[in-house]
């Protein structure tokens, strides 16, 4: 009785028909009354069992459940031991895999063994999809050296300005090095049209009193996806190739655009010559449309987070620009918080920004301008802040003073409001302005946390605010009335806050939730397994978020933060388990280091 077997769910789709033949010769069905066990503790196994009807219940508090198509227990299976029971909740159906059949397998087919492996990290490294052809995302992870590179032309640093401008058209470049004793400097296209427009003497004038003196370099080894992040960072358009100390070649924007079929870069540049919000609202579109392209064409999360990250904060420096004197600039720092400050979100989501201003600034002006501000950004399609951070909001623009003395009045007192604004807070990043207004008073906050020990547990304590019932539990069975996620508040909440703790318990800077495991793994605290499980399965968590917000929009509705699990392939639930796995694990880990019981 095999017929009824799903070959087409993983990870037995990985199967060839010769295997799945195999295999299907050795199948039994084998029928379990509800309350009976059917792999006891600590006892030795010899099956995989596949559930065909029916509810079992398993894992250290029997909080993991398998309903129809899902396997159990793989681990057991590859070490030969259950360590824990597995109980029908339900009168059950299950098919049984003999232990050596499936072993077998694993031993020939490496993607079927892949769904087999115990450690997090590399089963979601492993099992998560990919596209089979060669697509921009791809491109992107190119290196640096497989570019075609412009040669390196240098000129002595006394050449003057017509000596440069033959150098280039001799060889057709775009840019040429002068060999300046203090390091060498670029003299480019640009440069020469300076000259010309400040009437100088080409034969006469020297190319190094226009040539730059800022030369971006990059390794060979380097990732296209960083050198289009240099490029838009920093505005230029050339960056030079530097292998251990040797100038080896010059990438060009042209170059490097010219290996991808949709760039980024000419979004940033839209942005930079916006000169109305219209402007902006028609590059925060491509933005849109940009995300959707390298969502569908398998580019990692985090690294479509770090493009789109780039480009929203050159998006709302600019818009600054546009909206405010360029003499108050210099008197003010604006942030972005929240996921825009950590450099996490990717989708437009709600607005979280602050503005810190020296004293003395005009305050009928900056309310003007902060409600313009918060304004045309909704224009723009970034919805207001449900709970009010934004700098339209008096309590998110002060003065460096006032933000000085909020600081001091949330870390002496930590209820649990001041606890959530020194949170959004802490993943505070500058986008235009003075940022030695932040950053002052970042080292107040660091005097502020000196023996601070009450603060510390009193901080990581929002961690247990969603904690209750996330495990795997019925209703988020596929099919069941209710089987709904909240991946925010069950998942990405407890991992982004958690690591925000340790961090600030570390006297660690970071904003981003990757920097600071980067920061803490291998320590006393993170050991190197967990670190990779809590970055695969972030991960994970931001990629199903992404998916799935992007199908929302593509609907007409917005991007909610419940998920509907009768969406998810029978894959990514099985990678959900192992992500929630990983969450509920980081909990018990930071409830003991932090000792959240005590509270």
């Known amino acids: 009785m095999t017929t009824a077997f799903q070959f087409n769910q993983p990870p037995f789709d990985t199967l060839s028909v010769q295997e799945q033949r195999e295999l299907a010769s050795q199948l039994n069905l084998e029928y379990h009354p509800a309350g009976q066990t059917l792999i006891a503790a600590n006892t030795p196994v010899d099956s995989l069992y596949v559930v065909m009807k029916g509810l079992v219940a398993g894992?250290?508090?029997?909080?993991?459940?398998y309903g129809e198509h899902e396997l159990f227990d793989g681990k057991a299976v590859l070490e030969g031991l259950s360590s824990h029971p597995f109980v029908a909740l339900e009168d059950t159906l299950v098919w049984q895999l003999p232990r050596a059949a499936v072993l077998a397998l694993c031993q020939r087919n490496s993607q079927f063994a892949a769904f087999f492996y115990q450690d997090v990290a590399r089963r979601i490294g492993e099992l998560s999809p990919s596209p089979q052809a060669l697509s921009q995302a791809m491109q992107m992870l190119s290196r640096v050296g497989e570019v075609t590179l412009t040669p390196l032309h240098t000129l002595p640093a006394n050449a003057s300005v017509l000596e440069a401008t033959q150098c280039m058209d001799r060889h057709g470049l775009s840019a040429v090095l002068l060999n300046d004793s203090a390091g060498p400097r670029m003299f480019s296209q640009s440069d020469l049209r300076r000259a010309i427009c400040a009437g100088a003497i080409p034969a006469s004038t020297p190319a190094s009193a226009y040539a730059s003196t800022a030369l971006f370099t990059i390794s060979p080894d380097a990732t296209l996806h960083e050198a289009m992040l240099l490029m838009i960072r920093h505005s230029i358009h050339r960056l030079v190739v530097s292998r251990d100390g040797e100038l080896v070649g010059i990438l060009e924007q042209l170059d490097l655009l010219s290996s991808l079929a949709n760039n980024p870069h000419s979004i940033g540049v839209q942005i930079e010559r916006a000169n109305s919000p219209h402007e902006l609202k028609l590059a925060a579109e491509r933005m849109h449309s940009l995300i959707q392209l390298l969502q569908h064409s398998g580019m990692k999360v985090t690294l479509i987070a770090e493009m789109i990250g780039e480009l929203r904060q050159k998006l709302l420096a600019r818009l600054w620009q546009l909206l405010v004197p360029p003499e108050l600039t210099g008197q003010i720092c604006l942030l972005a918080l929240g996921s825009e400050g950590r450099g996490e979100q990717i989708l437009r989501t709600d607005q979280?920004?602050?503005?810190?201003?020296?004293?003395?600034?005009?305050?009928?002006v900056l309310a003007g301008v902060a409600e313009q501000f918060t304004a045309t950004l909704i224009a723009l399609g970034y919805p207001p802040c449900p709970g009010g951070v934004m700098i339209s909001n008096p309590a998110w623009r002060r003065s460096e003073a006032e933000f000085r003395q909020q600081i001091s009045a949330w870390t002496s007192s930590p209820s649990g409001e001041h606890v959530m604004n020194l949170a959004i807070w802490?993943?505070?990043?500058?986008?235009?302005?003075?940022?030695?207004?932040?950053?002052?008073?970042?080292d107040h906050l660091d005097q502020c946390l000196d023996d601070n020990t009450l603060l510390m547990g009193h901080f990581a304590l929002p961690i247990e605010r969603f904690a209750s019932s996330h495990g795997l539990r019925p209703s988020w069975l596929p099919g069941a009335a209710s089987s709904q996620i909240d991946?925010?508040?069950?998942?990405?909440?407890?991992?982004?806050?958690?690591?925000?703790?340790?961090?600030?318990?570390?006297?660690?800077?970071?904003?981003?939730?990757?920097?600071?495991?980067?920061?803490?793994?291998?320590?006393?605290?993170?050991?190197?397994?967990?670190?990779?499980?809590?970055a695969a399965s972030l991960s994970f968590l931001q990629g199903l978020q992404l998916k799935y917000g992007l199908q929302a929009q593509q609907a007409g509705r917005p991007a909610e933060p419940q998920l509907a699990l009768a969406q998810l392939s029978s894959l990514e639930r099985e990678l959900l388990k192992d992500a929630l796995g990983v969450v509920k694990q980081f909990r018990a880990l930071l409830r003991h280091h932090f000792k959240l019981d005590a509270l």
Do not use: M, W
Not at 426 to 442: F, K, N
């Open 59 to 65: 894992g250290d508090e029997q909080d993991s459940l």
């Open 352 to 364: 979280d920004n602050a503005l810190i201003y020296a004293d003395g600034v005009d305050q009928g």
């Open 487 to 534: 991946l925010k508040k069950a998942a990405i909440f407890p991992l982004v806050h958690g690591l925000r703790s340790l961090a600030l318990a570390a006297g660690n800077r970071c904003t981003n939730s990757y920097q600071r495991l980067a920061a803490l793994r291998g320590g006393t605290v993170i050991s190197e397994a967990l670190g990779n499980d809590l």
């Open 426 to 442: 802490l993943d505070a990043s500058p986008i235009i302005g003075d940022t030695t207004l932040l950053y002052r008073l970042q």
